[in-house]
């Protein structure tokens, strides 16, 4: 969700070589691509709207009215929608902790999946208080259940819940974040990572392009990666690789 989508697309077109094409009802909706891929959207959010400028998480549902039953029956909040989008139909939501994410209904592009090539999002991290209740939650909402279809698997590794749907990781679940924190780093949120072949390089567009490099490039267990703010305060990681 940005204020300035022009912007926005010249920045990560910067730091992570993205395309774009137009996509939606009207133009202010815009698909992002990378190798011929539709890999993250840009939406325009006025000043008036309650939406802040951050990169979201979009979880695919069967059904985006019984989702979003389920987050209210569990003392979560659905802000807008379900409502009709394109060729589907979504909601976005808060969970109990606060962090927000979005539900989709519809069709999804069978060439895209997290992890796959530069300029896709390689990682999904669920920054909230409790990761156990994140987990319970989460998992009854969008159905992570290891006995069906998509063959869920969620267990404690690495200090954290990590999420295998058909045996491909593709998130995780890390407490610790509190729920009025001053610092953005610690607010329960969805984090969002992207691949870059060099960090280093992404992190150096990054300030070139307006944008401020919050954890200076670095190794982790998965990779050297950096986190960074876009010009509107949009924060997300980059990383040559993931879990």
């Known amino acids: 969700m940005s204020r300035d989508p022009e912007a926005a697309k010249e920045f990560y077109r910067e730091v992570l070589g993205w395309d774009y094409q137009p996509s939606g009802p009207d133009d202010d909706y ?20 309650h939406f802040p400028v951050a990169w979201a998480a ?17 003392g979560a909040t659905v802000a807008v929608g379900p409502m009709k989008f394109g060729n589907g139909r979504v909601a976005w939501a808060a969970d109990p902790a606060g962090a927000t994410f979005g539900i989709w209904e519809g069709v999804s592009d069978p060439d895209w999946r997290v992890g796959r090539g530069a ?17 319970i939650f989460y998992g009854e909402v969008l159905g992570w259940d290891p006995e069906g279809p998509g063959r869920s698997e969620v267990r404690y590794e ?20 509190l729920e009025t924190a001053p610092n953005p780093h610690v607010r329960p949120r969805w984090h ?4 870059v072949p060099d960090v280093d390089l992404a992190a150096h567009h990054a300030e070139q392009s307006g944008g401020r490099v919050i954890t200076a ?10 986190t960074i703010c876009d010009r509107e305060g949009g924060l997300f990681t980059v990383s040559t690789g993931g879990p």
């Open 217 to 226: 490039p670095n190794d982790s267990p998965f990779g050297r990666e950096a």
């Open 158 to 177: 690495h200090d954290q819940v990590m999420v295998r749907i058909g045996g491909f990781t593709v998130a995780g679940l890390r407490g610790g974040a």
């Open 58 to 74: 979009y979880f695919a549902v069967e059904s985006a009215d019984e989702a979003a039953d389920r987050i209210r029956e569990r």
């Open 30 to 49: 815009t698909v992002a691509m990378a190798g011929g891929i539709p890999v993250a959207g840009i939406n325009t959010t006025s000043r008036t709207m």
């Open 119 to 135: 300029g896709a999002p390689v990682w999904l991290e669920l920054r909230t208080r409790d990761a156990f209740a994140a987990a």
């Open 192 to 195: 969002v990572y992207f691949a």
